[in-house]
Each structure stands twice: as structure tokens, then as C-alpha cells.
């Protein structure tokens, strides 16, 4: 993948129904609703990779509070929300980009470690958070999908 067409850059609210373009928000309104109020609240703060057209590609965000108990601590630990990129895009290189620009955000803003939660039964994510560093597991528990593995990467 040519990564100079790509940018990645912190959602505005008033775009946010192009992220519709990324995941199908129509159809999971309890989500959309959720993540729209948090970035609004000021609680999430969502970052989009676009191509050189602007179109919306991949999302990841970072959660400060809440979410899950033990997963966040203010001014150290925060939580890794909703890696997501467009089902025609994946595999290649632009789940990683996302991380990649995230950490270096976190980093910048004091954090020393980021957390996150993903389904045992997703290899592809398991994989990828894996050879990101997220080494440590935090939790296990049973979930409405399934169960869920917590991790923790040391930033
Ligand atoms: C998980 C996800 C965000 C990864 O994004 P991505 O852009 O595909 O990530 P990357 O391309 O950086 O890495 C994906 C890995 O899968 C491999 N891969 C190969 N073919 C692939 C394909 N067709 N699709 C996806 N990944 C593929 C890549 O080579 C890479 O392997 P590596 O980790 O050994 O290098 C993406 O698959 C996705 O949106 N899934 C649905 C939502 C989801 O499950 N999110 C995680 C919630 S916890």
C-alpha cells in the first residue's frame, strides 16, 4: 500500500455520518448513537484514515473513562475503541497505521498504557493486536457476542 496517499486525522463531529462509508451505522443505531454522544461529551475522540479524496477508509478511537471497570485510569491508562476499516480495505497495512498513530497520540498526551477489549473468536484482530504489542491480558469474560479477551500494551 502506497501510506503517502494516506492521512489519518481526528473526526469532526459535523463528519460524522461519513463514517457510515467505514461501517454500516444504519443498521447498529445503538452503537451510533453511543459513540456519537461520547465524541460530543468530549469522553471518545475518534481518528479516520482517508484516501487522497477524502474518503473515509478506517477508524480506531481512544475512550478516556468508563467503558469497561479496570480499563481505564485517568492520566495513564486509556482504552483502544473501535478499530474498524472498511471490509475492501483491510489487509493492508491501514489497521496497523491507525494503532501505529494512536500510540504515538497517547504518548504525546502522558499515557503509559492503552487497553482494549476483542472477541476470542477474532483471529484477524487477535493477530494483529499481538504483533502490536498487546501483551498482557487483562480479563476474560463472557459477553453478548461471546467471549471477550481485555489486553494491555505498555506504550
Ligand atoms: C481488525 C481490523 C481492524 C484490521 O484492519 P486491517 O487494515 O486489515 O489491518 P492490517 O492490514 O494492518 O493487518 C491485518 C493482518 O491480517 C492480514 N490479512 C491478510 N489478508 C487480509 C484480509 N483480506 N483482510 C484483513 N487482513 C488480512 C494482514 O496481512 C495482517 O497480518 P499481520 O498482522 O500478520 O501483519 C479489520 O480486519 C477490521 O476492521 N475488522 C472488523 C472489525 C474488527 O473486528 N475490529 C476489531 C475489534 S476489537
Known amino acids: 500500500m502506497n501510506d503517502a496517499k494516506l492521512s489519518i ?3 469532526n463531529l459535523e463528519d460524522f ?14 452503537h451510533k448513537d453511543k459513540f456519537y454522544n461520547d465524541i460530543k461529551n468530549g469522553n471518545r475522540i475518534t481518528f479516520i484514515c482517508k484516501n487522497e479524496n477524502g474518503g473515509f ?3 480506531g478511537s481512544l475512550v478516556f473513562n468508563g ?24 489487509g493492508q497495512g491501514i489497521g496497523s497505521l491507525l494503532c501505529d498513530h494512536i500510540f504515538g497520540y497517547c504518548k504525546k498526551n502522558g499515557y503509559s498504557e492503552i487497553s482494549l ?8 484482530a487477535l493477530k ?17 457476542d461471546g467471549e471477550n479477551l481485555g489486553m ?3 506504550l
Open 9 to 11: 486525522e481526528k473526526l
Open 17 to 30: 455520518e461519513k463514517c457510515q462509508n467505514i461501517w454500516d451505522m444504519q443498521s447498529d443505531p445503538k
Open 57 to 59: 477508509l478506517g477508524e
Open 67 to 90: 467503558e469497561y471497570e479496570n480499563f481505564t485510569i485517568p492520566n495513564e491508562r486509556i482504552y483502544l475503541s473501535h478499530l474498524h476499516v472498511k471490509p475492501e480495505c483491510r
Open 117 to 124: 477489549v476483542v472477541l476470542l473468536s477474532n483471529f484477524r
Open 128 to 144: 494483529l493486536y499481538h504483533r502490536l504489542g498487546f501483551t498482557t491480558i487483562l480479563d476474560l469474560f463472557e459477553g453478548d
Open 152 to 154: 494491555l500494551k505498555k
